[in-house]
């Protein structure tokens, strides 16, 4: 059974940094392009990263572009975003996505999430 | 890039049917779209892809055949038959879009669906 486990999110001031990660298990986690996704309180899903099965290829929603990066480790089936520059609008539970082999299939297993608040 | 429009809310009686709708921004009515299932408090749970032809691939783990889905120009349909309690969620809709070097993924405003 797929599984995706959210942890690193907290309450940090504006300008701040925060470090998310995601545990996969169930999978070969290699074999996956992975996803991230945010959802504002009260609000609609917003993707705000992709990346490539070996890391070689990311994408970002404009909003984030130089002040987020996604990563991987494929050795410990984890993914991560470093989340910088934080703003009040980044405020979200930031859900973790499979996506699948290409790049463009369907988010098909996702994590419980993990709150990020952005407040002084 | 598409822009998907859903309308905010939907509501329907137990056992009854209901269908929601995504809309395609114009000049996009070949893009496929998937529907995601989120009930309060949890995380999103894939339900199915649709396109022109109708469902695209396999529907999401433990979906009921009581989910279907219908593709029409601009229009992308979900829709639920005896419509139970636990159908009660916000349905999202999304779409992948890659043009050149870029890539971007988008998901409507979601519809807030309530059973009555």
């Known amino acids: 059974e797929v599984h995706l486990v959210e942890s690193g999110g907290g309450l940090v001031q504006p300008g701040g940094s925060l470090r998310l990660s995601c545990a996969a298990s169930?999978?070969?986690?290699?074999?996956?392009?992975m996803s991230w996704v945010r959802q504002a309180p009260g609000k609609g899903l917003e993707w705000v990263a992709i990346i490539k099965q070996d890391g070689s290829d990311k994408y970002y929603v404009d909003s984030v572009k130089g002040r987020f990066t996604i990563s991987r480790d494929n050795a410990k089936n984890s993914l991560y975003l470093q989340m910088n520059s934080l703003r009040a609008e980044d405020t979200a539970v930031y859900y973790c996505?499979?996506?699948?082999?290409?790049?463009?299939?369907?988010?098909?297993?996702w994590g419980q999430g993990t709150l990020v608040t952005v407040s002084s | 890039q598409p822009v998907l429009t859903q309308p905010p809310s939907a509501s329907a009686s137990l056992g009854a049917s209901v269908t929601l709708t995504c809309t395609l921004s114009?000049?996009?009515?070949?893009?496929?779209v998937d529907w995601y299932q989120q009930r309060p408090g949890k995380g999103p749970r894939f339900v199915m892809r649709v396109g022109t032809g109708g469902i695209v691939g396999s529907k999401g783990d433990g979906i009921p055949d009581r989910f279907s889905v219908l593709g029409s120009g601009l229009n992308r349909y979900l829709t639920i038959k005896n419509i139970q309690e636990e159908d009660e969620s916000d349905y999202h809709c999304g779409a992948d879009h890659g043009s050149g070097s870029n890539f971007v993924s988008v998901f409507g405003g979601g519809t807030k669906l309530t059973v009555l």
């Open positions: 996505a499979r996506e699948g082999y290409s790049g463009y299939d369907p988010f098909d297993n």
């Open positions: 114009s000049g996009h009515s070949n893009h496929k």
């Open positions: 169930g999978f070969t986690f290699s074999s996956y392009w």
